[in-house]
Every structure is written in C-alpha cells, then in structure tokens.
C-alpha cells in the first residue's frame, strides 16, 4: 500500500470531520447548557449555536469561518512502515482540505505579514509526535481558533502556594479572557513539567471527550471544583452574562521541579473541533471519532 | 428585551431607539472590516482619498469570512464574527469619518467606542461567535470584494444580507456598555469565587 496516499486521503478526511461536526460529546454538553441557562441573553446566543450546528451539518459547512490553527497528533507505532512521508502527507491533506472543504487560509508568516494562502508554512500544519508499541499509526486532527488562543497563559506559582496557587491561576486566566475566547469554553489545565511542557499537556488535554474525567478522584474533584467555580463569574455565552462559561475542565500534570511550580491553561472555544482516524498496517482505516461523509 | 428588524440605510434617529440587551436583526448592505480594513480606510479618509464603498447608514462586521468562488461569483461559506477589542484603536474615528450606524463583531469595545457611539449615534451589535454558518445564510449576496490584496480574512467584502442576527444590542448610543456590566459583576464575584475555592491568599 502507499501510505503517502492513504495518510493523505485520512488526513483530507479528519480535517473535513472536524471543521463541519462537532463531537457528540460537545453538542450535548451545549444542549444541557442551553436547558440550564437561565439568563435570557446568555440563551439567545446557546440557540444560535445549537441553530448553527444543525445548519453546519445541513450543508456541509465549516462550524466556523476561523477553520483555525491546524494541529495533528500522530500516535505512530514504532513497527509501522514509511513514517517518514507522514509528515509530507499532511502537509498535503491540509493543502487539499484548505482548497476543497474550503478552509480559511490562516497561516501568516510573522516577519512579512504575508498570507501563504494554503494553511501551511513553517511549522505549519502543526505534528506532534508520540512513539507507542505496534505497527498502525493513530492521527488527531484539532483545529484551533485564533480568539481561544489569544488568551492561553502560562506561568509559574510560587511552589509553597501549591493547588491553592493553581485555583487563583485559573479563575483569575478565565476572568482576564471575558467574552473574548467565545464562551462557554473548555479548559486544559496543566501543572508541572516546565514552561514547555505544562502548555503542551494543558493543550493536549483538550482532546479528551467532555465526558470523561481524570481517573484519580482527587483530580476529577479540582476539575469539578474548578468547573463549578468558573461558571460562579457570571461571564456566560459570549460574555454577555449568564451561567453557563465553561462545558468542561480537563486537569493533566507531570511531576515537576522541587523550586518550579509551571502552570499551563489552554482554552479551546465551545467550536472544539477534532477527529481521529487510525491506519493499520495493511492500510485499511478506522474513522474513531466520526462517521465518513458520503 | 426588544426585538427590532432595520434596513440599511439606517438613520440616526432609529438607532438611538435601541437599547442594551435589545435583538436587532439588519436587512441591506454590510462590509466587512477587520485590523487591516480599518486602518487602510482611516488612512485614505485622511488622504482625501475615497474609500471603495459608502458606509454612511451601514454596518461593518468585523469579520474575516470563508468565500469561495463558484464560476465567477463569490460565495460566503462561512462567515462568523472576529473578536472587537482588536478594532477598538480605529473605530471611534471609523464612526466619525464614515458614520456607520451600526459595527457587528463578537466579544465587545471599550470605552473610546461607546463614547463614539453616544456622540454620533451608532450600536454594537454582538454576534455570536463561531456561528459562521448561520451567519452565511443571512448573507444574500456578495456583492463585491475589495482591497483583496489584503488577503481573504482581512479584504473587505461587501454583503446583501437578509435579517442578518440575532445581534444582541451591546453597546447602545446612550453610554451603556453591557460587556463593561457584565465584567464589572464578575470583579464583584472573584472573591466569592475564592472563598468557596478556599483560597486564603
């Protein structure tokens, strides 16, 4: 099999699935919010959401006109052939997809202000790779807006401050952020690691579905604690007010530093988009996230 | 919470009836601007030069849209709100130099718009972010596009649009600022917030 096709035609797919469907997890976690709503302003702009993914799926439309920052994870097995044309092949699917879906150019080169027009450049389309056991290669696509990146942080807290130090950090990081990453939000939060890695599990942590938590109860409690306490700010969808800021918090940590205490937290709008796809050696794909469009 | 429906050109007059929390739905002709539209057209307003389309009685949507062209004409795919504090450098003067009566973006202005607002009679209307699609069905037409040497997101594209909302009156033309109420109420909360954190510091 050639694996630059396949891995481009999935590649093509995942972002296609993920610019138009949101996951399931998602959309029901705006339906809850919009029942729960009780401001009248905060529902006028739930309804319009739940309106517009209905009539993203309808025709076929991206969810929303910023298609975003494109990022894939690629879980390669360690047996599997020809993991050198990976990277290639998505540079491809994403120069297809930018044409044919179509997306919106955003890659902008940052000394000339030039736009390449095709969603790619240096370090653009975005790989991270991780090396796991056998011979197939899994691939995530997350497209990530511009508005919800504007207002990730990363800091350090004082260690003595502890979780404590982390609670302040994040109610004070959405508080700052407003209206302005399109709330109701989904949080990543991180702790550990360094300044580096703290961002980059904050930001892979929003990959995790709604529905599932951290398997160490005393982690799924500070996301629940964190969760119940951002929606206390009263920001609500769009900011205008309401109950409803945030759809979920997922907690991830590394072991740190005894003098460094690196705190990440990455937003991600209510538009959270990824699919997933994996290739198995003889090249047949399974579609994880989302069903393919005919 | 009124709901108000308005044609393009809108008067001044029928933009200070509206109120904060109010829905307006608009119904004619809109351009996009974002960072590099407005700035371009300040800079010509300031040359004497004349800026592609009149805007007097308009909206301008800060928005960079997905568009795709279908033989000769252009489409609007998808075409949600961008966020508006990043304009808020050039729009007190944009209001001024080419009375817009109403500006159309996601996730408010500050101060130097409202008080522009107030003086020469125009509204925020919030959109609400990422509804990109619901937007592009309002959109009639794409009646041109303009300064494309800009780029897709930041060129501006001028729209026939057809009950284009719900836009949730933000800013009105009386000084009220629902985002500055709305965040003025979650400073109130921040230490409730700690307090049931238990957050000591």
């Known amino acids: ?294 | 919470m009124t709901v108000y429906k308005l044609k393009t050109p809108i008067t001044e007059e029928q933009v200070r009836k509206l109120k904060v929390n109010d829905v307006l739905y608009v119904t004619g002709t809109m351009a996009t601007a974002r960072d590099q539209a407005h700035r371009r057209a300040l800079e010509y307003f300031k040359q004497g030069k004349p800026i592609p389309v009149n805007l007097e009685g308009l909206a301008v949507f800060h928005c960079g849209p997905v568009v795709a062209k279908q033989g000769e004409k252009w489409i609007a795919v998808a075409a949600g709100p961008t966020t508006s504090t990043r304009m808020d450098i050039f729009e007190d003067e944009f209001i001024k130099d080419f009375k817009v009566r109403v500006v159309i973006g996601k996730g408010g202005m500050g101060k130097r718009t409202t008080d522009a607002m107030a003086k020469f009679g125009a509204v925020y209307g919030a959109f609400t972010g990422g509804a990109a699609v619901l937007a592009a069905k309002a959109i009639k037409n794409v009646k041109s596009v303009e300064w494309f040497d800009l780029g897709m997101p930041e060129a501006m594209w001028v729209f026939e649009v057809e009950e284009f909302g719900p836009l949730v009156v933000a800013i009105d033309s009386h000084g009220n600022n629902l985002f500055t109420d709305v965040q003025k109420n979650v400073e109130e909360s921040k230490q409730k917030i700690y307090q049931k954190l238990g957050i000591l510091f």
């Open chain 1, 1 to 294: 099999m050639d694996m630059a096709k396949v891995v481009e035609n999935v590649g093509f797919n995942i972002l296609k699935q993920a610019v138009i469907y949101l996951p399931d997890d998602v959309k029901q976690a705006l339906k809850k919010a919009y029942a729960a709503e009780t401001s009248e302003t905060g529902k006028t702009q739930l309804k319009a959401i739940l309106d517009n993914i209905e009539l993203a799926e309808k025709y076929k439309a991206p969810v929303c006109q910023d298609t975003g920052t494109i990022i894939f994870y690629v879980k390669a097995g360690v047996k599997a052939k020809d993991l050198d044309k990976i990277e290639d092949a998505l540079v491809s699917a994403t120069r297809r997809a930018t044409k044919e879906v179509p997306l919106r150019p955003n890659a902008v080169n940052p000394f000339t202000g030039k736009n390449s027009g095709d969603n790619t450049g240096r370090y653009l389309p975005h790989v991270n790779w991780e090396l796991t056991h056998g011979d197939s290669v899994e691939i995530t696509v997350m497209t990530k807006g511009g508005g919800s990146e504007n207002v990730c942080v990363g800091g350090m807290i004082v260690p003595g401050e502890g979780i404590n130090g982390l609670k302040k950090f994040v109610v004070d990081a959405v508080i700052k952020a407003g209206a302005q990453p399109c709330p109701p939000n989904i949080l990543g939060i991180a702790m550990g690691g360094g300044a580096d890695i703290s961002m980059e599990i904050a930001k892979k942590a929003l990959l995790k579905p709604l529905t599932e938590h951290n398997p160490d109860p005393e982690i799924a409690k500070l996301e629940k604690d964190i969760f119940d306490a951002v929606n206390m700010t009263g920001i609500g969808p769009m900011g205008l007010g309401g109950k409803t800021t945030v759809l979920g918090v997922h907690i991830d940590y590394a072991y740190r530093h005894p003098a460094s205490f690196p705190a990440a937290v990455a937003f991600n709008c209510w538009a959270a988009r990824r699919s997933t796809a994996r290739v198995s050696a003889d090249g047949t794909v399974e579609y994880l996230t989302h069903k393919l469009d005919e």
